[in-house]
């Protein structure tokens, strides 16, 4: 029978671990280190990850159980402590570091026009333990943490994130996000800025949002309605106001209302510096936000996010990074297959399988083994 690594083994395989090592070195994170290499400790996380562990126990004992598929990796089995240790010292950035090169790799030939290119910004709050106290302060007696992205919907791919403790405006992280000029950003009410919008115009940029019920245009000229407007009940063109608390309005430039119809709610009244494009258009825009949601519940759903094996701000950081670094590497692997076709039961048929010893192309197909035979993965798996 043909030889196979594990399934484990196959899907680090897309790590890339120059990156890795760089800032492993960059950051000093093996400075001193005796007994927990950083790589060690990345690999323990992203096993926990892709086998749905919910504690540094189950890391631990899954990682002894499997002690003699770790050779290939040049890993080792782990105690828990150890690994909580290092999970609260090593620093985060290393991780960042490696889910951006991974969104570097991931993106060559899938550019669009700039003008078809968008990013929808939002966050998603993540509940931690009492303990993170110290660096998530309560918000109605509960913790959490937020995990911050720019997604990518056509090619449902996060391009960046960042990790803040709730009690931290959603604006604040956004200032801090690459803008790629001529694209087209998309997001809600948390994100009102007068400045951060001036800045993305003078970039290029065309953003969809929406208004506050207090917010009025000045100078307004009406549009005429296209006749298939599809629940638009408004098309105007005005100013935002010239004042605001902190004095004059940095963005000067016309903007464009657009008053879209729900059943059974408020009209929804959306804002735009597109002044060309169809409101129908704009509307399909504003209502494309519903795809990042869909990104949060698949990592919340598939990924170990409602759990956290740490409490301080560092451990918590590195397990996002890490889920985050998982759920490209799933992406990848199930792009390289044909057999399943959804992302979904790719990720479930991985769990089962996952330091067993079978090609990631043929997790579905019976192997050719005796049946009493340890490498062979013996789950009835179903594809949804």
Same mark, same amino acid.
């Given at each position: 029978?043909?030889?196979?690594?594990?399934?484990?083994?196959?899907?680090?395989?897309?790590?890339?671990?120059?990156?890795?090592?760089?800032?492993?070195?960059?950051?000093?994170?093996?400075?001193?280190?005796?007994?927990?290499?950083?790589?060690?400790?990345?690999?323990?996380?992203?096993?926990?990850?892709?086998?749905?562990?919910?504690?540094?126990?189950?890391?631990?004992?899954?990682?002894?159980?499997? !002690? !003699?598929?770790?050779?290939?990796?040049?890993?080792?089995?782990?105690?828990? !402590?150890?690994?909580? %240790?290092?999970?609260?010292?090593?620093?985060?950035?290393?991780?960042?570091?490696?889910?951006?090169?991974?969104?570097?790799?991931?993106?060559?030939?899938?550019?669009?026009?700039?003008?078809?290119?968008?990013?929808?910004?939002?966050?998603?709050?993540?509940?931690?333990?009492?303990?993170?106290?110290?660096?998530?302060?309560?918000?109605?007696?509960?913790?959490?943490?937020?995990?911050?992205?720019?997604?990518?919907?056509?090619?449902?791919?996060?391009?960046?994130?960042?990790?803040?403790?709730?009690?931290?405006?959603?604006?604040?992280?956004?200032?801090?996000?690459?803008?790629?000029?001529?694209?087209?950003?998309?997001?809600?009410?948390?994100?009102?800025?007068?400045?951060?919008?001036?800045?993305?115009?003078?970039?290029?940029?065309?953003?969809?949002?929406?208004?506050?019920?207090?917010?009025?245009?000045?100078?307004?000229?009406?549009?005429?309605?296209?006749?298939?407007?599809?629940?638009?009940?408004?098309?105007?063109?005005?100013?935002?106001?010239?004042?605001?608390?902190?004095?004059?309005?940095?963005?000067?430039?016309?903007?464009?209302?657009?008053?879209?119809?729900?059943?059974? %709610?408020?009209?929804?009244?959306?804002?735009?510096?597109?002044?060309?494009?169809?409101?129908?258009?704009?509307?399909?825009?504003?209502?494309?936000?519903?795809?990042?949601?869909?990104?949060?519940?698949?990592?919340?759903?598939?990924?170990?996010?409602?759990?956290?094996?740490?409490? !301080?701000?560092?451990?918590?950081?590195?397990?996002?990074?890490?889920?985050?670094?998982?759920?490209?590497?799933?992406?990848?692997?199930?792009?390289?297959?044909?057999?399943?076709?959804?992302?979904?039961?790719?990720?479930?048929?991985?769990?089962?399988?996952?330091?067993?010893?079978?090609?990631?192309? %043929?997790?579905?197909?019976?192997?050719?083994?005796?049946?009493?035979?340890?490498?062979?993965?013996?789950?009835?798996?179903?594809?949804?």
């Amino acid at each position: 029978m043909r030889h196979h690594n594990s399934v484990f083994h196959q899907l680090t395989q897309h790590i890339p671990w120059d990156v890795f090592d760089a800032g492993v070195a960059a950051h000093g994170a093996d400075r001193r280190v005796r007994r927990l290499r950083t790589r060690d400790q990345f690999l323990a996380l992203l096993y926990g990850q892709l086998a749905g562990a919910v504690s540094l126990r189950e890391i631990e004992m899954g990682l002894r159980s499997w !002690s !003699s598929r770790l050779y290939h990796h040049g890993a080792r089995p782990i105690s828990r !402590s150890t690994l909580a %240790d290092a999970n609260a010292k090593r620093p985060a950035q290393v991780y960042a570091d490696v889910f951006a090169a991974l969104i570097a790799r991931a993106r060559p030939g899938l550019r669009r026009k700039l003008r078809d290119a968008v990013r929808l910004i939002d966050s998603s709050r993540l509940a931690l333990t009492t303990n993170s106290a110290h660096w998530a302060p309560p918000i109605k007696e509960h913790h959490f943490a937020k995990v911050h992205i720019v997604y990518d919907p056509h090619e449902t791919l996060p391009l960046e994130a960042f990790v803040t403790a709730n009690s931290v405006a959603d604006i604040t992280p956004a200032q801090a996000m690459t803008i790629e000029p001529g694209a087209t950003y998309v997001f809600d009410l948390a994100y009102y800025s007068y400045e951060w919008w001036g800045r993305l115009d003078r970039a290029g940029c065309r953003f969809v949002t929406r208004l506050k019920t207090n917010t009025k245009l000045t100078d307004c000229t009406e549009r005429a309605l296209e006749s298939a407007s599809g629940g638009i009940a408004a098309d105007r063109i005005g100013l935002l106001s010239k004042h605001i608390k902190r004095g004059k309005n940095p963005y000067r430039g016309p903007v464009r209302e657009i008053v879209v119809e729900r059943d059974k %709610d408020t009209p929804l009244r959306l804002l735009t510096n597109d002044l060309d494009a169809s409101a129908a258009e704009i509307a399909a825009l504003y209502k494309m936000r519903w795809e990042i949601e869909l990104f949060f519940k698949w990592i919340k759903q598939n990924l170990k996010l409602k759990h956290f094996i740490g409490s !301080s701000e560092n451990a918590v950081k590195i397990q996002i990074y890490v889920a985050l670094i998982a759920f490209l590497i799933l992406r990848a692997a199930h792009g390289a297959q044909k057999a399943v076709p959804k992302l979904q039961a790719f990720s479930r048929l991985i769990r089962q399988c996952l330091m067993h010893r079978r090609d990631l192309r %043929d997790l579905l197909k019976p192997l050719k083994t005796r049946p009493d035979d340890p490498n062979q993965c013996t789950i009835q798996f179903q594809p949804c």
